[in-house]
């Protein structure tokens, strides 16, 4: 708020580049916060896929949890106005990949009741195959 109010000053003094340089931050900011978010959602959407490979089964609930995972990533990640995205499948990738091992280690607490460690549920599921579904189930044509 108080960035909101710096602006309209700066609009009002007829400060342009200023105000200008403040839009930009400001957009940096509303970026770095929806990053943050479809992380969180990822790496939910992640302990999922984990679990059901690990396991070779699913359940309703974790069902659920990937179709509430993508939903909101779908959500955080659409451009209202210009029905665009502000991230790209690259980025998407991107993101998927650096919280894996975070959703990795949550799921060795949850599958097999944690009977696994970290890396022993690690070798028992396929990394990129992993990732690649997360990804299709984030933007089906790739």
Same mark, same amino acid.
């Given at each position: 708020?108080?960035?909101?109010?710096?602006?309209?000053?700066? *609009? *009002?003094? $007829? @400060? /342009?580049?200023? !105000?200008? &340089?403040? /839009?930009?931050?400001?957009? +940096?900011?509303?970026?770095?916060?929806? #990053?943050?978010? =479809?992380?969180?959602? $990822? /790496?939910? &959407?992640?302990?999922?896929?984990?679990?059901?490979?690990?396991?070779?089964?699913?359940?309703?609930?974790?069902?659920?949890?990937? +179709? @509430?995972?993508?939903?909101? =990533?779908?959500? #955080? @990640?659409?451009?209202?106005?210009?029905? $665009?995205?502000? *991230?790209?499948?690259?980025?998407?990738?991107?993101? *998927?990949?650096? $919280?894996?091992?975070?959703?990795?280690?949550?799921?060795?607490?949850?599958?097999? +009741? %944690?009977?696994?460690?970290?890396?022993?549920? %690690?070798?028992?599921?396929?990394? +990129? !195959?992993?990732?690649?579904?997360? &990804?299709?189930?984030?933007?089906?044509?790739?």
């Amino acid at each position: 708020m108080e960035e909101l109010l710096e602006l309209r000053q700066l *609009l *009002l003094e $007829g @400060n /342009v580049s200023s !105000a200008l &340089l403040l /839009v930009d931050e400001l957009e +940096e900011m509303s970026l770095s916060d929806k #990053i943050n978010k =479809i992380d969180s959602s $990822g /790496v939910i &959407l992640l302990i999922y896929l984990i679990k059901q490979r690990a396991e070779q089964r699913s359940m309703r609930s974790w069902e659920m949890s990937i +179709e @509430n995972a993508v939903r909101e =990533i779908h959500k #955080i @990640n659409r451009r209202r106005k210009s029905k $665009g995205y502000f *991230l790209d499948a690259t980025e998407l990738r991107e993101i *998927l990949e650096e $919280g894996y091992d975070v959703a990795l280690k949550k799921a060795a607490i949850e599958a097999f +009741e %944690g009977r696994y460690e970290t890396s022993a549920l %690690g070798e028992r599921v396929d990394r +990129e !195959a992993i990732l690649t579904a997360a &990804l299709k189930l984030l933007i089906p044509d790739s």
